[in-house]
């Protein structure tokens, strides 16, 4: 599980854009007040609101017939909680890894929000965290087991 990075409902995505960038992540997990995951706003949705015609007309900066040039005008959706699309998988904290396996392949998301008491988002298991997980359990010559810690990165 690793720590997701968020965003507060309502903050601007310019703001939300800065974290995503900072952080060098690919998506934003949106929590209301009470930290419960909200939504989650993607790069993907992201450049698909803010230059589909760009897109389509394939165009790219200093192209002939494109005077607007680079950066990209303001999308019209101003918040994040515009764009962002509803979280689909959700894993109580105490999952397994077969659980979570089981949630992702059967919600078709690479990823689970893991939420703890109260409903508050304390991490989010990848595709990704699973596998490094599974082949470092069977490069250390143990069996991955569902229920079995992952072992940490750089451990």
């Given at each position: 599980m690793t720590r997701p990075v968020t965003v507060p409902s309502g903050v601007g995505i310019r703001a939300a854009l800065a974290e995503l960038s900072e952080a060098g992540g690919k998506e934003i997990i949106v929590v209301d007040d009470a930290r419960r995951p909200?939504?989650?706003?993607?790069?993907?949705r992201i450049a698909a609101e803010w230059c589909p015609q760009r897109v389509e007309r394939g165009s790219s900066?200093?192209?002939?017939?494109d005077p607007e040039g680079w950066?990209?005008?303001a999308p019209t959706p101003s918040r994040v909680d515009e764009l962002m699309v509803p979280v689909?998988?959700?894993l109580a904290a105490g999952a397994s890894i077969a659980e979570a396996c089981a949630l992702?392949?059967?919600s078709g998301c690479s990823r689970a929000a893991?939420?703890?008491?109260?409903?508050?988002?304390?991490?989010?298991?990848?595709?990704?965290?699973?596998?490094?997980?599974v082949a470092r359990a069977v490069g250390s010559g143990r069996e991955p087991r569902a229920g079995q810690s992952p072992p940490r990165r750089g451990a």
């Open positions: 909200v939504g989650v706003f993607a790069g993907e900066p200093g192209e002939e017939g950066p990209l005008p689909r998988a959700r992702m392949a059967s893991v939420i703890g008491e109260n409903g508050r988002l304390v991490g989010v298991v990848t595709a990704g965290s699973v596998l490094f997980w």
